[in-house]
């Protein structure tokens, strides 16, 4: 066993579930890094029109990348689960055949996703001063869609086994680099848009391969080529995981999509000031991803080693853990964010003005909802844990309605500034299934934990 694996069936669930979420979240704060920088060094360097450009092509990628992460997060869940039983031929069999389905999605997300990106452009209504940045910097990220897959299968299966190490050394590797390439390609190069689109890729493939370096040399995975062919049951199995993983984050991009053809309507300067604030929705969401990877793992471990007192132990520390980090980054946010958000946006006083005042606007009002994402994030992942991702996919259902109902209804209420309180609607319809579901399938679990 790697010394950087952790079994996650004894010992208190809060250190063990910190102790995962920790180097987790440090490694989503790197990530997040490099994604602020992006922005910054494209808003600064080539303007608000490159800024809305990247904004009106954000979730576009966050479809294709929720697709990718979906997949392969599903899959793991059942690598955790062995992994706890302590069953290490059918976790190679379960990698192998990961790796296999892996490389055949990738294959046909690439096709799709770059067959579709000029229609969904047009069908988002995107203005015609940044359509051709847009485009181009779609087709050089959905071009690294293999890069993609390969680094979040690598990074979801070492966190399936208690790693979190390797996942933010990769990631903190990976940060530095994008930075210093966004730096060449962007503002020294002149490359434009599309030079940061490369930068992300380059610094993909980079933590891919030191994640992959790793696992190669941990006993338990050495897979052969007998574990590439997978059963037919076990591709159903891995699939039954993963596709409905891939559906919930698939329907909440299309919600994200359906807001931002709105926002693309209201001009260039609040298309800027939207993605400004977008651009921290990934620092408010680093903690709360950070627990729900750890909870995925935990849970898992202890449902395959048949521990449940243990996870309803698990899920306690968790919530009050996660409350209590979500109340400190919003008192951080709403002291700091007007700060932050101007930092990227460059434009004439007038229009720096009007976006720092739209993208604050914005920041404040995820800010103060900030405890209903945590727990979104915790009873989501808990639930897929426990080997659930239907009614996890059924939640994200939920926020496609509320999110876009709350879209196309509030701006006629409260002005153009009523979309940023869909996105609270989408949060609080998501957790409203995912909680009653949560507590449903911890009671049906019923039996008690042997293990303290």
């Not at 995107?126 to 690294?144: K, Q």
């Not at 979040?152 to 190490?165: F, I, M």
């Not at 995975?221 to 997978?230: A, F, G, Q, V």
């Not at 899920?315 to 002291?335: K, P």
Request: hydrophobic share 55%; glycine share 10%; with cysteine.
């Amino acid at each position: 066993m790697s010394e950087n694996t952790q079994v996650m069936t004894s010992g208190k669930p809060w250190k063990l579930i910190l102790g995962l979420a920790l180097p987790l979240m440090f490694g989503n704060i790197f990530q997040q890094l490099y994604t602020v920088v992006d922005t910054l060094i494209v808003g600064r360097v080539l303007g608000v029109h490159a800024l809305a450009a990247l904004g009106a092509s954000d979730w576009l990628n966050w479809m294709i990348l929720g697709l990718v992460t979906g997949i392969t997060q599903g899959f793991c869940i059942l690598a955790a689960q062995k992994f706890g039983a302590g069953k290490t031929e059918e976790l190679k069999e379960t990698v192998g055949a990961s790796v296999t389905l892996s490389v055949i999605s990738a294959v046909i997300i690439e096709v799709a996703s770059q067959a579709l990106i000029i229609p969904l452009l047009h069908l988002l209504d995107t203005p015609e001063d940044i359509l051709p940045m847009a485009l181009f910097y779609l087709r050089i990220l959905f071009a690294g869609i293999p890069v993609v897959m390969a680094y979040n299968l690598l990074a979801s299966l070492l966190r399936a086994l208690g790693d979190g190490r390797t996942p933010l050394y990769a990631m903190v590797a990976a940060s530095v680099l994008n930075i210093l390439l966004d730096i060449l390609f962007v503002a020294g190069l002149d490359l434009g848009v599309g030079g940061a689109a490369v930068a992300t890729l380059i610094a993909q493939a980079v933590a891919a391969l030191y994640c992959l370096h790793v696992i190669l040399r941990m006993e338990m995975l050495h897979i052969r080529p007998k574990h590439l062919r997978p059963c037919r049951k076990l591709v159903w199995q891995l699939f039954s995981l993963g596709t409905p993983m891939a559906a919930q984050n698939t329907v909440i991009a299309v919600g994200g999509l359906v807001i931002q053809s709105i926002v693309n309507g209201y001009g260039v300067v609040f298309i800027a000031g939207y993605t400004a604030a977008n651009k921290l929705y990934g620092i408010l969401e680093i903690a709360a991803t950070s627990y729900g990877y750890a909870m995925v793992t935990y849970v898992g471990q202890n449902l395959g080693a048949g521990l449940k007192e243990r996870i309803r132990m698990g899920v306690r520390h968790a919530v009050g853990i996660a409350l209590a980090t979500s109340v400190v980054i919003a008192v951080t946010m709403l002291l700091t964010g007007r700060v932050l958000v101007g930092s990227f946006i460059k434009g004439t006083p007038q229009e720096t003005a009007a976006a720092t005042d739209i993208a604050y606007h914005y920041l404040a009002v995820m800010s103060v909802f900030l405890p209903i994402l945590y727990l979104l994030h915790l009873y989501r992942s808990s639930l897929q844990g426990m080997g659930d991702t239907v009614l996890p996919m059924v939640s994200g259902i939920a926020e496609f309605v509320m999110r876009t109902g709350g879209a196309l209804t509030l701006p006629r209420l409260l002005g153009r500034e009523g979309i940023f309180y869909a996105e609270v609607l989408a949060w609080v319809g998501a957790d409203l299934i995912l909680i009653t579901a949560y507590y449903i399938r911890v009671h049906r679990l019923g039996g008690h934990s042997q293990k303290p």
